[in-house]
């Protein structure tokens, strides 16, 4: 059963157009997400994050939003650039004592068209 | 710099003989982990450590085996490889379980990916 689901598997945007990546969880218990882009060759590298006491987390043109009541996150990019197409990862996890997993979702891909 | 560096990056082998992929940090990260990339299946986990001498199988550990007698090495071993196992492999490490005192994003840190085909 996913626990982490990524719906759309690939998403085109014009640059400089808003990018808008969802992601869904069924596991309540997850309290942390996390972002990861992944490009061609080369190994995922961490994003963004927001812990499940805040609904916003924003660095630079990325933003996160967190809606815990739907079960849902999404990740805007603004404006889009053509280096921002990639493979996106959402991830989730438990905090606490004794855990560390995180469980990823199947990815979206992500591309800018100049 | 830091880093997670994978060996090989490319390898073809044939069906039952086994392999090696090695992982090692300089990070001095408690934990590490392996994944596998497939299409349409994203990131599966196949072995994770928590520490030197803990390991513990992922969601996908079938065919695999792994160890971790040192810190820093994290070797994916198969013992007889065979065509499904064909994959995008990573290895990952990161600071340690989740601790109140300091902020932990969870961040993970990746290797560059070793391409096994299997043939």
């Known amino acids: 059963d996913q626990q982490v689901k990524q719906n759309s598997p690939s998403l085109s945007v014009q640059e400089g157009r808003i990018s808008i990546l969802n992601c869904d969880y069924t596991?309540?218990?997850?309290?942390?997400f996390l972002w990861y882009k992944k490009y061609p060759a080369e190994g995922p590298t961490f994003l963004i994050s927001i812990s499940s006491i805040k609904d916003k987390n924003e660095d630079g043109r990325f933003t996160v939003f967190l809606n815990k009541s739907a079960k849902h996150l999404s990740l805007h990019i603004v404006p889009s650039q053509p280096g921002d197409s990639a493979v996106y990862f959402c991830?989730?996890?438990?905090?606490?004592?004794?855990?560390?997993?995180?469980?990823f979702g199947k990815g979206t891909k992500l591309s800018v068209i100049p | 710099e830091a880093q997670v560096t994978q060996n090989p990056r490319y390898l073809i082998t044939v069906t039952g003989k086994k392999l090696t992929v090695t992982c090692s940090q300089n990070m001095n990260h408690e934990y590490m982990s392996w994944y596998r990339q497939d299409p349409g299946l994203g990131l599966r986990q196949i072995y994770y450590?928590?520490?030197?001498?803990?390991?513990d199988k992922g969601d996908v550990p079938e065919g695999y085996k792994v160890s971790r007698k040192e810190k820093r090495n994290f070797p994916l071993i198969l013992e007889s490889p065979s065509p499904n196992q064909t994959s995008l492999y990573f290895c990952a490490s990161s600071l340690g379980v989740w601790r109140e005192a300091y902020a932990n994003t969870g961040e993970l840190f990746f290797g560059e990916g070793s391409r096994l085909t299997v043939l």
């Open positions: 596991n309540s218990m997850f309290d942390y």
């Open positions: 450590s928590m520490n030197v001498e803990v390991t």
């Open positions: 991830a989730a996890k438990r905090t606490g004592a004794g855990s560390y997993q995180l469980t």
